[in-house]
């Protein structure tokens, strides 16, 4: 009858080492894909919306911008960016509230499927006219019904065109002196 604890240990043994290897393979791997943005076309003084949209794997979720409790990573982007434009009114989704096996009294603000924000490209009177690329990426720290893993970025970019084009509203004044935007 010994055999039997033997064989209880080996098994729990063997699932321990099959959760583990799962989770080594997971961490290398990225639960986020860039789907789309832009091209932008924007006139110098102007401002345009852009959506940026992101696609959460099949069983995964990632915590929303706003999660339930500050011990939650937030999803986040984060922009670098090339001359004179600005990214301004960054609109994330709100979350789902949804509660896990871990603990189904408690309920998290997550978002799963895709993924859409949407945010300004700003470019003020006295910009030169020009392609360029924004770079940018996605903060965010994925969750199975099991586990979190580590934080990730995901890079993402778009292009956008800054064009001489377009009028100025009447009533609209510019300062020379000044580097705000004038709306």
């Known amino acids: 009858m010994r055999k039997a604890p033997i ?10 080492g099959t959760q583990a290897q799962q989770a080594l393979s997971n961490q290398g791997r990225s639960f986020v894909s860039f789907q789309s943005a832009g091209p932008v076309s924007v006139a110098v003084g102007h401002k345009v919306p852009v959506t940026f949209t992101f696609r959460v794997e099949n069983g995964f979720h990632i915590n929303s911008n706003k999660p339930m409790t500050e011990e939650l990573i ?44 949407h945010a300004m490209v700003i470019v003020p009177q006295d910009a030169s006219p020009g392609a360029m690329t924004v770079h940018g990426e996605l903060k965010y720290q994925a969750c199975d019904n099991n586990a979190c893993y580590p934080p990730k970025k995901l890079p993402m970019s778009f292009d956008v065109k800054v064009t001489t084009g377009g009028s100025r509203r009447p009533g609209a004044r510019g300062n020379a002196q000044s580097p705000h935007i004038h709306n």
């Open 7 to 16: 064989m209880i240990a080996i098994a729990v043994l063997l699932c321990a």
């Open 74 to 117: 937030p999803t986040q982007m984060h922009f670098t960016l090339p001359g004179e434009i600005a990214i301004g009114k960054v609109v994330y989704p709100a979350g789902q509230l949804m509660s896990f096996p871990f603990d189904p009294t408690q309920k998290l603000s997550v978002y799963s499927g895709d993924v859409v924000i």
